[in-house]
C-alpha cells in the first residue's frame, strides 16, 4: 500500500504562457490562423447544415480504411467531397468516376489544409436509383463472366423423379406449387428448402437453401421464386449471392418470381423462367403431359385398329354361317360363350380379390406415410426448438446474475483498496512543491517552506510557520 501514494497522481504540467486575447488599444482584432478557420468551419456548418450537390465524380479514392474522398465538378467549378465509412457501407451502388450523382450533407472545413469540403451523408445516382444502377452494375459484371450467356442453359427433365423447392413456408406460393404438382404429376416427391424471400439476410438464405438442395441425391430439377410484390419486396433476387448459386447448382433450376412486368437478375441466370410459381410446377410437368398425349393418340389408334378387324372377322362370320356345312356352328359357338362366360367370372373374382389385396397393401402404407408427414415433423422439430431456446435462456441469466455477483464483489474490494477511500476517511496526502516529494516526517521541513495537501476533494498550497514540537509563538500552516 505504501508504493501507491510514493508519486503524485498527475504528470507535472509545463506553466502556459499567459493569454493575450486583448487587442492593441485602438487597432483591429488580429486572428490567429487556427481561429480564423474554426469561425469559418462554424460558420459554413451553421449556414449549410444539410445541403444536396450535384455533379461529377472524379478523383475516386478508397482508403484501406473504408472512407471515400472523391471530387464533385461541372464544367465552371469543383467541390471536394469526403464519405466516411458508417456512411459508405450504406451504398447500394458502387461509386465510379465519371457518375452524375447527388450527394447530401454539410459542408466543413478541413482545418490542416484550410480546404473547405462536403461531408457526405448520402449519395445517390442522376436519373437511375441506387438499386437499379447497383443491378446494372452487377449485371455487367456476371455478364463479363458469362452467367448470363443463353448457350449454359440447361434442358429441364423429362419426367423428374425428385422436385426441389427453394421458398418460404408461410407464403401463397409453396401452396400454389404443391397443389399444381399434386393434381397433374402426383408421383413426383418433392424436397422443400425453406428460406426468407424478403428482407435483410434474404439473399444469403435463398443461397444457402440452394446449395443444400444440390447435396441432395436424386433431385432433378430445382424451383425458387416467391409470390408478387413491389421491386423492394423481390430485390433479394437481384443481389449477386442468389445469382451465383443458382448457376453453380447441379441441376437445372426455374426461377418464378411472381411478377410478370419485373425481369430479376435469378431469372436471366436460371435456366428457365416463369412468370409465377404455378406457371413454374406445370413447366415441370409439361413433358409429362405431352406423354399422357401421345399414349391417348397410340391408344385411340390401336382401338381403332382393333374394331377394324373386328368388323372384318364378325362379317367373315356371318358369311359362314349361311353355309349349310356349319348348321351346328351356332349351338357349339354358344358353348364357347358360357365357357367363356364361367372363365371370365372366375377372372374378376380373381382380379378383385387383387385389387382388394392391393387396396389394404396401399392403405398400410398410407398409414406410414403419414407418420412422415412433414408437418408433423415440423411441429416436432419446432417444439424442439422452443425447449432448447427456453434452457438457453434460462442458462444465460442464470451465468449473467452469477457474472453480476462477481463483479459487483470485485467492485466492493476495488473500492476498500482505493486511496480515494483512505483521504475520504479525512487524511491528507503532503508533499513538498519544489521536489513533488511525498512528505512523512514534520523534521523534513523548516518554517518557509511550500507544502500541497491534497484532499479528499481538492488540494491546498500552503506555507510553513512553524512547529509544535519547536515551541514557535506561531505553530501551523498558512494557505
Known sequence: MGDLFDLPFDDPQEPEPPANDEPAAGGPHVYSVSELTSEIRDLLGTTWPDVRVEGEISNLKISSLGHVYFTLKDERAQLRGVMFRSAARTLKFKLEDGQQVVAEGQIGVYEPRGEYQLLC?????????????????????????????????????????????????????????????????PNAQVVIAPARVQGDGASADIARALAALGRVEGVDVVIVGRGGGSIEDLWAFNEEPVARAIARCPVPVISAVGHEVDITLADLVADLRAPTPS???????????????????????????????????????????????????????????????????????????TVQRRQRQYQALRVRLDGLDLRRRMARMQMRITRSDAAMRTRLTERYHAANIRLRSAAGRLDSLSPLGVLGRGYALCWRTDSQTLLRDAADVAAGDALRITLRRGELDCTVTGRPDRGDEHDGLRS
Open 279 to 353: 406457371a413454374a410446377a406445370e413447366l415441370v410437368v409439361s413433358a409429362r403431359d405431352e406423354f399422357v398425349t401421345r399414349i391417348d393418340r397410340l391408344r385411340q389408334r390401336a382401338r381403332g385398329a382393333v374394331d377394324q378387324r373386328i368388323r372384318r372377322a364378325r362379317a367373315a362370320v356371318h358369311q359362314l354361317d349361311a353355309r349349310p356345312a356349319y348348321a351346328g356352328f351356332r349351338g357349339g359357338l354358344a358353348m364357347r360363350g358360357r365357357h367363356a362366360a364361367e372363365i371370365l367370372a372366375r377372372l374378376e373374382r380373381t382380379a378383385r380379390d
Open 121 to 185: 451523408e448520402r449519395v445517390e445516382p442522376r436519373g437511375l436509383g441506387a438499386l437499379q444502377l447497383a443491378l446494372e452494375q452487377l449485371k455487367r459484371r456476371l455478364q463479363a463472366e458469362g452467367l448470363l450467356d443463353p448457350t449454359r442453359k440447361r434442358p429441364l427433365p423429362t419426367l423428374p423423379r425428385r422436385i426441389g423447392i427453394v421458398t418460404s413456408l408461410t407464403g401463397a406460393a409453396v401452396r400454389d406449387i404443391l397443389k399444381v404438382l399434386a393434381r397433374r404429376y
